[in-house]
């Protein structure tokens, strides 16, 4: 079973870079390491994913080391509207996604 | 595009009631899945579909059927309302399932048990 371990909750200022780090240490060889954000009253949204080293979009930069066991979602600069709740996502069977608790982002002016 | 669509927004059942919960995707995508999430808590996988015809059981399925008669449909039986089903009931899809596919969520139902 491919669960996920990361912080409960973070708090951090406006400008700040923010890191989050997720352990999935039973991962499958085939699983990709995914990121969503989800904000009050909202259905999660997709931020990034990756496979393995690093991956970087628009929103943010996933650090994915050698063995995989775990993974770190960057946010550079992060603003008030970054406060949402971040999902590292593990998978059973690749058919069953797994969301966990996730880590409440708190972002102060 | 819509996306993903979900109706009703809001709902209250008294216990023991029945209903159904609408989901509709307009992306062609063969993966579709429903999710309930608790107050302070992550989503719950309930079912999943990866195709027209075909479903199976997430984490939590008891008290949900679920049946998948056209790709654009996957329609969320609540066969006997209890109170532990109060939730924010959420649908989504993708374009085939696995680790590698982004899911596109909908808005969400939010459930009241009586």
């Known amino acids: 079973l491919a669960k996920t371990t990361q912080p409960i909750s973070m708090d951090s200022y406006e400008g700040q870079e923010v890191n989050i780090t997720c352990s999935h240490n039973?991962?499958?060889?085939?699983?990709?390491i995914t990121w969503y954000q989800q904000f009050p009253s909202q259905g999660p949204r997709f931020i990034i994913q990756g496979y393995k080293t690093k991956v970087t979009n628009e929103v943010a930069s996933l650090f994915i080391p050698a063995d995989r066991k775990s993974s770190t979602l960057s946010l550079p600069r992060v603003s008030l509207s970054d406060t949402a709740v971040y999902y590292c996502?593990?998978?059973?069977?690749?058919?069953?996604?797994?969301f966990g608790a996730g880590t409440r982002l708190f972002v102060k002016a | 595009n819509a996306g993903v669509t979900q109706t009703p927004k809001f709902q209250v059942l008294k216990t023991g009631q029945s209903m159904t919960l609408q989901c509709a995707q307009d992306?062609?995508?063969?993966?579709m899945s429903w999710y309930r999430q608790d107050p302070g808590m992550g989503l719950r996988l309930i079912h999943y579909s990866v195709g027209a015809g075909i479903t199976d059981q997430g984490e939590v399925p008891n008290g949900y059927n679920v049946s998948r008669s056209t790709t654009e449909d996957f329609p969320l039986r609540l066969l006997s309302a209890a109170p532990s089903q109060t939730s924010v009931y959420f649908c989504a899809s993708s374009q085939t399932s696995g680790s590698v596919n982004e899911q596109f969520f909908g808005p969400g139902t939010r459930l009241t048990v009586l």
């Open positions: 039973n991962i499958a060889t085939n699983d990709y």
């Open positions: 992306m062609n995508h063969e993966y």
């Open positions: 996502l593990g998978y059973t069977g690749g058919f069953k996604t797994i």
